[in-house]
């Protein structure tokens, strides 16, 4: 079946520093979403790509979807303590099942 | 508008009973999906339903099973429990069933099985 990874599990930066993370998958998807879980919550809606090479932005978050539709990154730039929780990307497949990585939680230092 | 609403919110429950969890959607939502989140698998999808109708099932055996009511509350039940059921059981609506519509999430139900 379908895989999304998310490699590493972990990571921490300081503050002001920039994060990139990658999201992949084992087979071509028709849209990618990323979602973010604060320490305690429950996984929020952060944004959706479905054009080949789509970038879109949101403040300081930069999201790209991939030129073959099979991997998509997440770029924050000079994180901020705000910043820190799980950050899941999930994708669809053609029979529209949602898969989700396995997400990567962020700590940032101050 | 009031969000993704799951009952109850914690659970104990003993091996070998069976469990009943509830979630309402948003209002005018017609998907409604549910997932287990454990730290050693993550997020996984057990199955959706649109309009009373599963559309699609994750991995899970026989034990796990859902339904959808026509005001498109959803119900999942876990039978004949173990040890290894316990997580986070997450739901999540969309206003249309597949992809291309972002999901808004309960808060959950934690479910512990001793």
């Known amino acids: 079946g379908q895989q999304v990874m998310q490699i590493p599990q972990y990571q921490h930066v300081q503050e002001g520093e920039d994060f990139t993370t990658y999201c992949n998958s084992s087979t071509t998807l028709s849209n990618i979403q990323w979602y973010k879980q604060r320490p305690g919550g429950h996984p929020v809606f952060l944004i959706q790509?479905?054009?080949?090479?789509e970038v879109k932005k949101q403040k300081r978050l930069t999201f790209q979807f991939g030129e073959a539709k099979k991997n998509s990154s997440l770029h924050i730039t000079a994180t901020q303590t705000t910043d820190v929780g799980t950050y899941f990307c999930a994708g669809h497949d053609t029979n529209s099942k949602l898969t989700f990585g396995k997400g990567i939680t962020l700590s940032v230092r101050p | 508008k009031a969000g993704v609403t799951q009952t109850p919110r914690y659970l104990i429950k003993t091996r070998g009973q069976q469990v009943t969890l509830s979630c309402s959607p948003i209002?005018?939502?017609?998907?409604v999906s549910w997932y287990q989140q454990t730290p050693g698998q993550g997020l996984q999808f057990l199955f959706e339903y649109f309009s009373e109708t599963q559309r699609n099932k994750g991995n899970f055996p026989g034990r796990f099973s859902g339904r959808q009511f026509s005001n498109s509350r959803s119900e999942m039940n876990v039978s004949t429990l173990e040890l290894g059921d316990s997580a986070l059981y997450l739901c999540?609506?969309?206003w249309g069933g597949g992809a291309f519509y972002e999901q808004y999430f309960g808060p959950g139900t934690r479910l512990t099985v001793t």
């Open positions: 790509l479905v054009k080949s090479g």
């Open positions: 999540a609506s969309s």
């Open positions: 209002s005018g939502h017609r998907s």
